[in-house]
């Protein structure tokens, strides 16, 4: 059965503090992964998508990188505004893991 | 250039009562996707469709719920007879191409069935 897995589900940092997010999947033929980024009380919004091992994309404090099993988004010196829940997806397979939901305090 | 955009932000039903939802893609989108979402739950994909086609509805209850998305107009999700759990943010979500390209999703219509 395709699955996609997120840990940890929640997450509290220090601004500042940087750490990482996994995301490890077992979907079969994946062609790409995405991350995005949900604000409370609003659709998904968009952040990478990876398509082959090895490759890594970089936005501002977030970095993604993909290998065959899995996936990290690596948060680098944290703001209290980059607080949400992030989500990983399989592309083109339509599902999402439950997500971690990140605090960022001051 | 408008984003995805869905009505209505908030549907309050009684149970045995139907629901619309309706989701507008953004210009020059031809496919949308429908997800559920409880509280503290990830996104559930339920139908894919492109215009006038379901082309995935592997994730779509079997009964009360159909999802159409015409030549002309908004995609429209449609839940008969509602019953409390069918109490659950949707979400709509578009794409210009294929399903490996980037979703844009709108900001979700929460469904609260009394």
């Known amino acids: 059965e395709d699955q996609v897995t997120q840990s940890p589900e929640a997450l509290r940092l220090q601004e500042g503090e940087s750490s990482s997010l996994n995301c490890s999947y077992t979907?079969?033929?994946?062609?790409?992964l995405f991350w995005y980024r949900q604000d409370p009380g609003k659709g998904p919004e968009f952040l990478f998508t990876l398509y082959s091992a090895g490759e890594e994309k970089e936005k501002e404090r977030l970095k993604a990188t993909l290998t065959k099993k899995e996936s990290f988004l690596h948060i680098t010196a944290p703001k209290p505004e980059d607080s949400a829940t992030y989500l990983c997806?399989?592309?083109?397979?339509?599902?999402f893991g439950t997500g971690t939901r990140l605090q960022v305090f001051p | 250039n408008a984003g995805v955009m869905q009505n209505p932000r908030h549907l309050v039903r009684r149970r045995g009562q139907e629901a619309r939802l309706r989701c507008s893609p953004m210009k020059g989108h031809s496919h949308v996707y429908w997800y559920r979402q409880l509280p503290e739950e990830g996104l559930k994909f339920m139908v894919y469709?492109?215009?006038?086609?379901?082309?995935?509805e592997s994730g779509m209850p079997k009964e009360r719920f159909s999802a159409e998305f015409p030549k002309e107009g908004p995609s429209i999700l449609r839940i008969q007879q509602v019953v409390r759990g069918d109490s659950a943010a949707y979400f709509c979500?578009?794409?210009?191409?294929?399903?490996?390209?980037?979703?844009?999703f709108g900001s979700g219509t929460q469904l609260s069935v009394l």
């Open positions: 979500a578009s794409s210009p191409g294929t399903t490996s390209e980037k979703l844009f």
């Open positions: 469709l492109q215009k006038e086609n379901i082309i995935d």
């Open positions: 979907v079969s033929g994946l062609r790409g």
């Open positions: 997806g399989g592309a083109d397979k339509l599902i």
